[in-house]
């Protein structure tokens, strides 16, 4: 876990988030681990679109722009935790690891990386489920990056817990 992560301030704001929005403060706390390092103003990805410490597309997602979001982490952890939870029906519960893991792919591929997979039809992942798009390893294309993505996510996740 970035050092940054654990400082007092945004330990409150991974809180207050949290009790507001209903997601899990350790859900909230590895996004943006993952994101940025718990840097407020990181560089920018995807042509700029993407910014603040959860490297969330501003206008696209919050109505906003980036300079606000970089200026308040709340809002910015706020816009993230609504994004979350739009792919909530589409998330596996059948393992803790899988949810967490899905959730992150969520996030990371958008709602679409948790449809099924067309490619890997009737196979199933190391956790026995049907695979979707962002786990299925044949014919990937943008999403071939999510897997890994998703483990460093898990662990940051795993180290909020205590695991």
Do not use: H
């Not at 969330?56 to 952890?77: H, R, V, W």
């Not at 591929?109 to 026995?128: I, K, Q, R």
């Not at 999510?146 to 180290?159: D, G, S």
């Amino acid at each position: 876990m970035p050092a940054n992560c654990n400082s007092s301030e945004w330990q409150t704001l991974f809180q207050q988030v949290s009790s507001s929005t209903g997601v899990d403060k350790c859900i909230l706390q590895a996004l943006t681990a993952k994101e940025s390092g718990c840097n407020q103003v990181p560089a920018r990805t995807e042509g700029g679109r993407d910014c603040s410490a959860v490297q969330i597309a501003a206008n696209a997602n919050c109505g906003t722009t980036c300079e606000d979001l970089e200026s308040n982490p709340k809002k910015a952890l706020e816009c993230a935790a609504k994004y979350l939870k739009q792919c909530n029906s589409k998330i596996r519960t059948n393992n803790e690891e899988q949810k967490i893991r899905d959730i992150y792919a969520g996030y990371n591929g958008g709602c679409g990386a948790l449809e099924p997979s067309v490619s890997c039809s009737g196979d199933t992942n190391s956790y026995g489920s049907p695979y979707l798009k962002w786990d299925c390893p044949i014919q990937c294309n943008e999403l071939c990056p999510v897997p890994e993505r998703t483990a460093v996510f898990l662990n940051f996740y795993n180290q909020c817990k205590g695991k």
